[in-house]
C-alpha cells in the first residue's frame, strides 16, 4: 500500500505531546493559551511551541496550532499579532474554526496551510466545496457520519485538492460539533470558545427508561475499521484527548501506531485491543461509522470504564476478586506510567544555545560570528569601520539592535564584543542589513515575512434606515400571518426529506412571497433535496444555516442570509461569507453581549440581522434522545425515524434545571432550554446596528410551556420595533405578561 496514513495525536500538554511523538505520531494538534478550543486543557506557551516544533521535526513529526473557536470583533489584533508570529515558525498548519481567520489568512498569510476544524460540522458536499475555495487545505469531517458519506465526501475533496480527517479514537459529543450550546446556556461556558464543560455527562433524575445519565456516549474507537477508512482515502486519523495524560496519550498513539503498521505490512489487523482498556474509557463504540444507531452506544457512567472493563474480563464477583484485578490494574496503569515518564525524560523543548560574537577594527569590516545547532556563520559589513565622529558602534549599540534574538527560539544570554575596537563606527543601516542576514540563517535560511499591519475595515450604512420585523414559521397552518403585517416571512425546512417528494417545492411555489430557511445540518440525500429544491423553485433569497446549501445557492445567482447557526461574530467572518459566496446579510451570533456586537463593521451593501425571540437550541444529535429517557421499542434508529417521529419530552438534572426534548416531523432529535430567549433591550440599544430584529414563532422547543396567540405576538413585536415610544412601553408591558418563561442572559454575558 503507497498511500500515506497519517496518525494524528493530541497534545493538552508538554509531557503530552512528548509522549505522541515517541509512540510514533505522524502529527501532533496543540493549542496556546489563546483562541483553541480546549481552554480546560493545560495548554503551551508561543515560546514552548517553538521548542515542540523543533523536537516534533526532529521525529518527522508535523504540528499543527488549533484556533478553533470563535472570534470577537476586540480580538481580531490580537489574532493578527500572532499570524504575524506563526509565519516565521516552521508550524505546519492552523486549525480553524472561525471564518474570519480564513479571511484573514488567505489574504494577509497565504503561507500557513488551514485545516476546517471540527467546529464547522462538515457532512456534506456543498460544505466541502466551500471550504476549497476559502482556501482550506483539510477538512475535519463530522464524527456523525458513516463510511459510505466518509468515503463520498473524501473522494470529492480530494477532487478539489483539499484532504480528509476523521476523528478513530477519543471521546464523543452527543451533539452535532458547533452546533452545541448546552454549556453556554447552562453555566455561561460556550462550546465554541473552547470552554465547554460537558453538560451532555451530567446527571439527571431518573429517566422513566432507568437511566441518570442519558446523555452519555461511550467513547469513540475505529480501531477494527482501518481497513474501512484506507479504503474510503480518508487521509488522516485523528485522536481525540487534549485534556488527557501523557500516559493516555502514548497508550492510545502507540495501540493506533502498531494497527497502522501491521496493516499496512500485512493486510491484517492486530486483534487484540485490551491495552486501550487500560487507560481512561467509556467503553468504546463505532456505531456512527458504521451508521448504527442502537442504544448501545450509550453508557450510564461518563467516568473510568477501565475498572469495570477488568473486573468483567477476569469475571471478578466477590470482593476480594475485585480488590485482586483493580489491584493489578493501578499497578499497570502506574507501570505505564513510570514507562512513559522514563521514555519522554530525554526529550527537550529547550532553547538550543546561540553565541553572537562581534569583532572588528580600523579599516577593516564589521564581522559578527554566530553558532548554533551545531553551526557556525560569518557575517561581515559592505562598509569599512571609520573612526567614529559622534555616536560609536560599542557594546550597549550592538545590544539594543541585536537583543530581540533574546526572545526568539534560540538561547542567547550575551552578546559578546570583547574583539571590538573602540571609538569605530559604520552606517546603522549597516547594521540593519547584518541584523536581518542574522535572522535568515536562524530561521533556517528561509527569508523572514515581514509583519502585517491590518487596514481598518470601513462600516458601512444601514441597507435600511428603519429596522424591520422578520418572522419564522414552519407550518403551512401559519402563512396567513404574512397577510396581517408587511414582514420578511421566512419558513423553516426539516432536516430530512422524502426523496423526490414535492411537498415542500409546492408550497413555496404556491406562496412564492415565503423565504426558505435552511437548517444547519443536511447529509447525504437530504442535502441533495435541499439543492434540487433549490433549483426548482429558484427562490428570489433564502436563508441558510449551512454553507453546503449556500454554495449551491450563489452557484445559482439565488441570494441568500448567513442563519444564526453559522456562528458568525465578527467583521471578517461577513468579509468571507460576501466576498466568497456573495452573500446579502447575517444573523449576528446571539452568544455575543452589547459591548462584543456594537463594534461589528457591516461590509457595503449588507444586511445585519439579530433574533430577539426565539426557542434556546441546546443541542441537536443524530442520535436518538428517547431511548434512554422515555425509552422507544425500535433497537436502533431507522430511516423512517427522521421523518416519522414526533415525540417530546423533559428532562430535569440534579440541580434541578429542566429541558425540553423535542423531535419534529423531519427533524433530528434536539433539546432546548425550558426557557425562551427574549431580548427587548438590543432594540433600543443597537437600533443603529440592526436592519432586521427577528421572532421565530415555531413553537418549537415549547416543551409545555402555553403559546401565546402568534399574530398578537407579530403585533406587539411590531410595535416594539417601529411604534413610538408609549406603544413601545405598551407593547413591552403586555409581552411580559404574556410571554412568562424568558431569558436574554446570553446577551447580558456573552462569549
Avoid at 323 to 344: F, G, P, T, Y
Avoid at 411 to 425: K, M, P, Q, T, V
Avoid at 429 to 449: D, H, R, S, W, Y
Wanted: proline share 3%.
Amino acid at each position: 500500500m503507497s498511500k500515506k496514513i497519517e496518525l494524528l495525536a493530541p497534545g493538552g500538554d508538554v509531557d503530552a505531546i512528548k509522549a505522541a511523538i515517541i509512540a510514533g505520531a505522524n502529527a501532533i494538534y496543540c493549542g496556546l493559551d489563546m483562541f483553541n478550543a480546549r481552554d480546560r486543557a493545560t495548554n503551551i506557551s508561543f515560546e514552548a511551541l517553538q521548542g515542540i516544533i523543533r523536537l516534533a521535526h526532529e521525529f518527522e513529526c508535523e504540528v499543527f496550532l488549533t484556533l478553533n473557536v470563535v472570534i470577537l470583533e476586540h480580538e481580531i489584533k490580537g489574532v493578527v499579532k500572532l499570524l504575524n508570529k506563526l509565519v516565521n515558525t516552521r508550524i505546519d498548519g492552523i486549525i480553524v474554526q472561525d471564518l474570519g481567520v480564513f479571511n484573514l489568512v488567505k489574504k494577509y498569510f497565504p503561507s500557513l496551510l488551514v485545516h476546517a476544524s471540527t467546529q464547522l460540522t462538515t457532512h456534506n458536499e456543498g460544505q466541502i466545496l466551500f471550504l476549497a475555495k476559502i482556501g482550506a487545505s483539510r477538512a475535519n469531517l463530522s464524527r456523525e457520519l458513516n463510511i459510505g458519506e466518509i468515503k463520498s465526501l473524501t473522494t470529492l475533496a480530494h477532487d478539489h485538492q483539499v484532504l480528509t480527517e476523521v476523528f478513530v479514537h477519543g471521546a464523543l459529543c452527543i451533539a452535532f460539533s458547533g452546533q452545541c450550546y448546552s454549556s453556554s446556556v447552562s453555566v455561561g461556558n460556550s462550546g465554541n470558545r473552547g470552554r465547554c464543560s460537558q453538560a451532555c455527562r451530567d446527571e439527571y433524575e431518573l429517566t422513566a427508561a432507568g437511566n441518570r445519565f442519558p446523555l452519555n456516549l461511550k467513547d469513540n474507537s475505529a480501531y477494527f475499521d482501518l481497513p474501512a477508512l484506507v479504503d474510503a482515502g480518508v487521509d488522516s486519523l485523528k485522536i481525540e484527548g487534549r485534556i488527557k495524560g501523557a500516559q493516555y496519550v502514548h497508550t492510545v498513539v502507540d495501540s493506533w501506531r502498531k494497527q497502522v503498521n501491521e496493516f499496512v505490512s500485512t493486510g491484517l489487523l492486530i486483534e487484540d485491543n485490551s491495552s486501550l482498556y487500560k487507560v481512561f474509557n467509556r467503553d468504546f463504540t463505532n456505531s456512527f461509522l458504521q451508521g448504527n444507531l442502537t442504544k448501545d452506544m450509550f453508557i450510564d457512567n461518563p467516568r473510568d470504564n477501565s475498572f469495570t472493563h477488568a473486573n468483567a474480563q477476569k469475571n471478578a464477583i466477590s470482593i476480594v476478586q475485585i480488590q485482586e484485578v483493580q489491584a493489578d490494574l493501578v499497578e499497570q496503569k502506574n507501570a505505564i506510567s513510570a514507562d512513559v515518564a522514563a521514555k519522554i525524560k530525554h526529550l527537550s523543548i529547550a532553547k538550543p544555545s546561540l553565541t553572537m560574537h562581534f569583532s572588528g577594527q580600523l579599516n577593516a569590516p564589521l564581522k559578527v560570528s554566530i553558532c548554533f545547532s551545531g553551526q557556525s556563520h560569518q557575517i561581515s559589513s559592505s562598509s569599512l569601520l571609520i573612526k567614529a565622529s559622534d555616536s560609536s558602534i560599542d557594546a550597549g549599540a550592538l545590544d539594543k539592535r541585536f537583543k530581540s534574538f533574546k526572545q526568539g527560539a534560540y538561547l542567547l544570554d550575551n552578546i559578546d564584543c570583547s574583539a571590538l575596537d573602540e571609538g569605530l563606527s559604520v552606517p546603522f543601516k549597516e547594521l540593519t542589513v547584518m541584523k536581518k542576514e542574522v535572522a535568515f540563517l536562524l530561521n533556517g535560511q528561509v527569508k523572514l515575512i515581514a509583519p502585517v499591519n491590518l487596514p481598518v475595515l470601513e462600516n458601512h450604512p444601514k441597507v435600511f434606515n428603519k429596522a424591520k420585523l422578520s418572522v419564522l414559521i414552519s407550518s403551512v397552518d401559519d402563512i396567513y400571518l404574512s397577510e396581517l403585517s408587511s414582514v420578511d416571512m421566512y419558513f423553516k425546512l426539516p432536516e430530512s426529506f422524502k426523496k423526490n417528494d414535492n411537498y415542500y417545492i409546492d408550497v413555496f411555489l404556491k406562496h412564492p412571497h415565503l423565504i426558505p430557511w435552511f437548517p444547519a445540518v443536511l447529509i447525504g440525500k437530504d442535502y441533495l433535496e435541499a439543492v434540487r429544491l433549490l433549483d426548482v423553485v429558484k427562490p428570489k433569497q433564502i436563508v441558510s444555516n449551512n454553507t453546503g446549501v449556500a454554495f449551491a445557492a450563489n452557484k445559482m445567482g439565488i441570494q441568500w442570509i448567513a442563519g444564526p447557526f453559522l456562528n458568525t461574530t465578527n467583521s471578517h467572518a461577513l468579509l468571507t461569507l460576501q466576498e466568497e459566496l456573495d452573500c446579502s446579510g447575517a444573523f449576528i451570533s446571539n452568544e455575543l453581549n452589547n459591548l462584543q456586537l456594537r463594534h461589528i463593521k457591516r461590509p457595503k451593501n449588507f444586511k445585519l440581522l439579530y433574533s430577539i425571540y426565539h426557542p434556546i437550541l441546546m443541542m441537536t444529535s443524530r442520535q436518538c434522545f428517547f431511548q434512554q429517557t422515555v425509552g422507544c421499542k425500535k433497537a436502533a434508529i431507522e430511516d423512517g425515524c427522521m421523518l416519522k417521529c414526533e415525540k417530546a419530552t423533559t428532562i430535569t438534572n440534579v440541580k434541578g434545571f429542566s429541558f425540553a426534548v423535542d423531535k419534529q416531523k423531519g427533524g433530528y432529535p434536539s433539546i432546548y432550554n425550558n426557557e425562551q430567549f427574549l431580548n427587548l433591550q438590543v432594540i433600543d440599544e443597537l437600533a443603529s446596528l440592526f436592519d432586521e430584529f427577528f421572532i421565530d414563532l415555531t413553537n418549537i422547543g415549547m416543551g409545555d410551556k402555553k403559546s401565546v396567540e402568534k399574530a398578537d405576538l407579530m403585533r406587539l413585536f411590531n410595535a416594539l420595533i417601529s411604534a413610538d415610544s408609549a406603544t413601545k412601553q405598551d407593547a413591552k408591558k403586555e409581552l411580559d405578561e404574556r410571554v412568562l418563561c424568558t431569558t436574554d442572559a446570553q446577551y447580558v454575558q456573552g462569549l
